[in-house]
C-alpha cells in the first residue's frame, strides 16, 4: 500500500466526523472514495494532507508515519490534491495558475531574486516550460493560457487545477470530485487525463458520486458512511452490497 489510514478519527467539537476509518491505496491504482454528502470524505482528504490534525489514529505513506507531518513536508513527500471546489485563482492567468504548483526550494526564491538574477531568470523559465507540460498534459490548448483562469468553462477550470496538481510532481494525486459539473467533452478529457496518470506511474484517490463512474475508473472502491468505513471492495461487488444501496438509495 502506498497509503495506508489505520483507525483515524476526527472530532468537530461534539461531531465526529471520522469514525476509526480503516483503508490503504495500493500503488498504481485508482481507488474510490465514495458516501453520501456528509459522510467525511473531504474531511479524510484534510487529514492526508495533513490540513486537519488526525486526532487518533495513523496515515503511514510509503512506509514512513505523517501522522504529524506538516502539510509541506507531505507535499514534498509526493501527496497533493485537487479541492471541490476547484480554488484556482480566477483573475490570474492560465499559466500563472499553473506555475503556483510548482515546488522551490524553501528560500531559493528570495535569494536569488537578490543575489543571482541569471540563475533567477533560468529558474523562471524552467518553472514556465514545466507548467507548459503539465497543461499539456490533460490537454489545455496553448491559445488559452493567457486568458485568466476565471473566462475558462468550469469544466477547463477542472482540467488546470489538475495541471496544478501536476506540477508539484506529486506521486499520490487525491482529486475531490473531479468530475463534478462536467460535460461531456469534459468528461471524456478527464477519462483521457486518468488513464494516463495511471500510466505514469501515479496512484490515485478519488471521491466520485456516480456509481456508474466509480465502476469505470476505479480498481476498487473504500465506502464511507457517516464517518465509517462500510467497505472496500471492487466496484462491482459494492454495487451488489445491500449496505450500500441502503445507505445511497434508503432502503
Ligand atoms: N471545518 C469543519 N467544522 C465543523 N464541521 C465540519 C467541518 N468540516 C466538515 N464538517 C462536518 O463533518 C462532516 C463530514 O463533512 P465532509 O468531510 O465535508 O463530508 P463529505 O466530503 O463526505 O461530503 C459533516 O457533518 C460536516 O458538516
Ligand atoms: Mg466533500
Redo the contacts with the bound molecule.
Keep these: 500500500m502506498l497509503l495506508e489510514v489505520e483507525n483515524a478519527s476526527k472530532w468537530?467539537?461534539g461531531?465526529q466526523?471520522v469514525k476509526g476509518a480503516t483503508f490503504g491505496v495500493p500503488e498504481g491504482q485508482v481507488t474510490g472514495l465514495v458516501?453520501?454528502?456528509?459522510?467525511?470524505?473531504?474531511?479524510?482528504f484534510n487529514m492526508i494532507t495533513g490540513t486537519l490534525p488526525t486526532d487518533e489514529g495513523t496515515v503511514t505513506y510509503n512506509g514512513t508515519d505523517i501522522t504529524s507531518a506538516s502539510p509541506q513536508d507531505r507535499v514534498a513527500a509526493g501527496i497533493g490534491r485537487t479541492f471541490?471546489d476547484v480554488r484556482l485563482l480566477p483573475r490570474l492567468s492560465v499559466i500563472d495558475n499553473v506555475c503556483v504548483g510548482v515546488q522551490k526550494q524553501p528560500g531559493e526564491r528570495v535569494r536569488n531574486v537578490f543575489f543571482r538574477p541569471a540563475k533567477s531568470r533560468a529558474e523562471e523559465q524552467r518553472t514556465v516550460d514545466f507548467a507548459h507540460e503539465c497543461l499539456d498534459f490533460v490537454g489545455i490548448p496553448e491559445q488559452v493560457r493567457g486568458q485568466s483562469a476565471g473566462s475558462l468553462s468550469y469544466g477547463e477550470q477542472k482540467l488546470v487545477s489538475i495541471a496544478r496538481l501536476l506540477a508539484t510532481r506529486s506521486k499520490l494525486l487525491l482529486l475531490d470530485e473531479p468530475t463534478s459539473g462536467l460535460d461531456e467533452s469534459s468528461l471524456d478529457q478527464f477519462r483521457a487525463v486518468l488513464a494516463k496518470l495511471l500510466s505514469e506511474g501515479h496512484t490515485v484517490l478519488l471521491?466520485e458520486h456516480n456509481m456508474l463512474l466509480v465502476r469505470e475508473l476505479c480498481h476498487r472502491a473504500v465506502f464511507?458512511g457517516t464517518?465509517e468505513v462500510l467497505a472496500v471492495d471492487t466496484p462491482e461487488k459494492l454495487m451488489e452490497s445491500e449496505v450500500l444501496r441502503d445507505v445511497y438509495f434508503g432502503a
Aim: proline content about 6%.
Design positions: 468537530f467539537g461531531l466526523a458516501g453520501p454528502n456528509g459522510a467525511g470524505k473531504t474531511t479524510l471541490q471521491v464511507l464517518g
